[in-house]
């Protein structure tokens, strides 16, 4: 059931994920979980992908969060907070992921389902989106970045206002505190996450996986240590056979042909 639950197809250096549960506002499974865990490792390793594009079947949700029930399958407490031993966490494998992943959300982005955005390094939004974070409400707060990372993404005082209320918002307020970065009518999102994403596929490999490395892991160091990850990488594209063709086809004033190396 969840190769069914989750679709993934690869096209044109493109990975195209789809959390595809609608009859429960894509709400996310144990099963579910593995899968996508699953298939971050593999697109890891898989060079002919070169970007990630996550979405959300049907026209009402991205994903609606947990399946509450998955709570039950994860066991106790303790087995919970150790999911990811059990290949149950599937938005670690996001956040560790090393190509870039753009979240296309159509509807409801709550929970888990936020968390599952979060981890995307662009977010695509239709007007119709309404995000939150609602465990709060229910007795606990979410387990697995709304606390850490959306406050990184979106300053302290909104990802306060958003987890400690755990109140909807809509997708304005989703852009104007830059958890969103552009809002498309419904018919143009998934051909805007793909304009993006073929932007960026066009790029060297190297280079776009080492930068996004650099930004992520700069948001938790100083700046001085931020700089010298950048030089290191910095370094590290200027040894590859890219940086050269690069150069050479500046030189040369003809479009480059980049092989990953």
């Given amino acids: 059931m969840s190769e069914e639950n989750i679709l993934y197809r690869v096209e044109d250096g493109i990975a195209y994920l789809t959390i595809n549960r609608p009859e429960k506002m894509n709400a996310i499974t144990a099963a579910m979980g593995s899968r996508i865990a699953q298939l971050c490792r593999e697109i890891d390793i898989d060079d002919n992908v070169k970007v990630l594009i996550i979405d959300g079947a049907g026209d009402r949700a991205f994903a609606a969060g947990s399946d509450v029930n998955m709570l039950d399958d994860l066991g106790t407490p303790w087995d919970g907070r150790n999911r990811a031993q059990y290949d149950r966490d599937y938005v670690e494998p996001l956040q560790r992921l090393r190509k870039p992943a753009i979240a296309a959300i159509d509807g409801y982005c709550l929970g888990g389902g936020l968390e599952v955005a979060m981890m ?142």
């Fill in 120 to 261: 995307c390094d662009i977010r695509v939004a239709t007007p119709r989106s309404t995000f939150g974070a609602p465990e709060v409400q229910r007795g606990w707060h979410a387990g697995a970045g709304n606390t850490s990372v959306l406050p990184r993404l979106i300053g302290y005082a909104n990802a306060a206002m958003w987890i400690l209320t755990g109140d909807r918002f809509p997708s304005d307020e989703a852009l104007r505190v830059g958890f969103v970065q552009k809002l498309v009518a419904p018919e143009d999102l998934m051909s805007t996450a793909q304009e993006i994403a073929n932007r960026i596929a066009k790029n060297p490999p190297i280079a776009v996986q080492s930068a996004k490395n650099v930004i992520k892991r700069s948001q938790g160091t100083s700046l001085e240590q931020g700089l010298s990850m950048e030089n290191d990488g910095y370094t590290l594209c200027m040894m590859t056979e890219d940086a050269k063709e690069g150069m050479a086809a500046f030189a040369e004033k003809r479009e480059p042909v980049f092989r990953g190396k």
